[in-house]
């Protein structure tokens, strides 16, 4: 040849040897709260080869059991779809094995694995009423009473509206929802003495739109119109009555029934007497002393008996101070006309004195529970003593439909003990303290207003 002859070329590039990865998964690994119909995919980290991507290579597994469904490959994504909704609340895992390949055949290093939960099934549970306030066939209710409703569970606000929660009688008013309580302020006080119902209907919602199943609907009857004119109170006591008359000098007994009438347009008088006085030879206010008083009557030593008590009160209110707690062992010889303290005589005096007081039945008695001694100050036989009578005197000797009511003193000073409680006690005696005086005042005053206004046979006898 003339001249040499010169040419080029290059090599081809070196094999694909290297392993593909899953670079994302979807849902991601430890994922909670997957939507029930989610696919789930893996993106990988080069072109695979699209034959390999089967059911076999892509499973998902709840538990041992394998999720039927379909797998399809796009762009660098293989996507598993289940044939059906995954179920709420369960825990599943996803596995892309060795068996797939990139196009130029390299198998995964590993098996990709990853686990997700799926979301807790929607609420589909219809509300309910759990309570209401009143309650339903309520009576004695209050005429500016506001009505409530509690739902099981949070509601819609935007639902429950004057629309969906009434008054019948035309009574307008305001809806107002917090918490889990819906609660209806009439406009203007319920009429006395009448029958309304309340509605609650199933258009009201709850948080995820279930509506109640029905309508709920519930009665009450307000209270009797109270009495017309002056109504004249007379409370009978000895020292334990006057502290709570007094009470802490801001809760008082009189203090409280003027607050009562100011708001209830009401004119309800008390007055307070010491009695029996002290020219009372006996000094004491125990059974014996009222039955002698208003029973017996050749001894009244000047005080007032029932007929002069009644001719200027409506309502006529006594107690006994604390030694009537001090109670002996009975004899076996009951005497209504012996001073002892016993039971069985204690039993004879109250009879007479309530066969006395329905002698008057335009007339309003009430009676508080006697007044406890402190542990330190009795025994526990006269503490259990003490205890018999009281029951007794709520529970058996005080009947329904009568004119004879009764307050039960004796419990808010016990707590529910045989004994008046140091934390309610005087620190020298068992006088009331005043901090309990003050908290109890005002118990007797409901329980008084109660009873001048029907309620007497149905209200709280503690007055709480």
């Given at each position: 040849m003339e001249s040499p002859y010169a040419w080029s070329f290059t090599t081809g590039t070196a094999a694909d040897t290297t392993a593909p990865t899953v670079t994302a998964t979807s849902p991601a690994n430890n994922a909670t709260?997957?939507?029930?119909?989610?696919?789930?995919?893996?993106?990988?980290?080069?072109?695979?080869?699209?034959?390999?991507?089967?059911?076999?290579?892509?499973?998902?597994?709840?538990?041992?059991?394998?999720?039927?469904?379909?797998?399809?490959?796009n762009g660098t994504t293989a996507t598993f779809t289940p044939s059906s909704a995954l179920a709420y609340s369960t825990p599943y895992t996803a596995t892309v094995t060795t068996g797939v390949r990139d196009a130029a055949g390299n198998a995964m290093a590993s098996n990709r694995v990853w686990t997700f939960t799926t979301g807790t099934a929607p609420d589909s549970t219809p509300p309910t009423i759990t309570a209401t306030n009143p309650a339903n066939n309520a009576t004695g209710v209050a005429v500016n009473t506001a009505v409530s409703a509690t739902f099981s569970e949070n509601m819609n606000a935007s639902t429950v509206t004057?629309?969906?929660?009434?008054?019948?009688?035309?009574v307008t008013g305001t809806v107002a929802y917090s918490g889990t309580t819906a609660t209806l302020t009439p406009s203007s006080a319920l009429a006395y003495s009448t029958q309304y119902t309340a509605t609650v209907t199933t258009g009201v919602r709850d948080a995820a739109g279930n509506a109640m199943a029905n309508n709920r609907v519930w009665r009450f009857t307000t209270r009797a119109a109270p009495p017309a004119g002056t109504v004249r109170i007379l409370l009978l006591h000895h020292s334990t009555g006057f502290y709570i008359w007094e009470g802490d000098g801001i809760q008082t007994i009189p203090g409280g029934l003027d607050t009562y009438n100011t708001a209830h347009g009401t004119n309800y008088v008390i007055d307070e007497l010491w009695y029996p006085s002290n020219t009372y030879p006996l000094g004491s206010n125990n059974p014996y002393d009222y039955w002698n008083l208003w029973v017996n009557t050749t001894d009244t030593s000047g005080q007032f008996d029932l007929e002069a008590l009644t001719q200027n009160y409506d309502v006529i209110v006594f107690k006994h101070c604390f030694p009537v707690s001090d109670i002996e062992p009975d004899s076996g010889t009951p005497d209504v006309s012996s001073g002892g303290q016993t039971l069985e005589?204690?039993?004879?005096?109250?009879?007479?004195?309530?066969?006395?007081?329905?002698?008057?039945?335009?007339?309003?008695?009430?009676?508080?529970?006697?007044?406890?001694?402190?542990?330190?100050?009795?025994?526990?036989?006269?503490?259990?003593?003490?205890?018999?009578?009281?029951?007794?005197?709520?529970?058996?000797?005080?009947?329904?439909?009568?004119?004879?009511?009764?307050?039960?003193?004796?419990?808010?000073?016990?707590g529910g003990t045989n004994y008046l409680l140091d934390e309610n006690a005087d620190s020298s005696d068992s006088h009331p303290g005043s901090a309990f005086a003050g908290r109890v005042a005002p118990y007797f005053v409901n329980r008084l207003v109660d009873i001048i206004e029907g309620r007497g046979d149905t209200g709280s006898l503690t007055g709480e």
């Open positions: 709260g997957v939507a029930v119909n989610a696919a789930v995919t893996a993106t990988f980290s080069e072109n695979m080869n699209a034959s390999t991507l089967t059911t076999s290579n892509v499973t998902l597994k709840n538990g041992a059991t394998s999720v039927p469904g379909t797998v399809a490959y004057t629309a969906t929660f009434s008054l019948n009688n035309g005589n204690y039993y004879l005096q109250y009879a007479a004195l309530k066969t006395r007081m329905l002698q008057f039945p335009d007339k309003k008695f009430i009676v508080w529970t006697g007044a406890a001694l402190r542990a330190a100050d009795t025994t526990v036989a006269k503490a259990a003593r003490a205890r018999i009578f009281f029951d007794w005197v709520k529970g058996t000797w005080d009947e329904s439909g009568d004119n004879i009511y009764v307050w039960d003193f004796y419990e808010l000073e016990t």
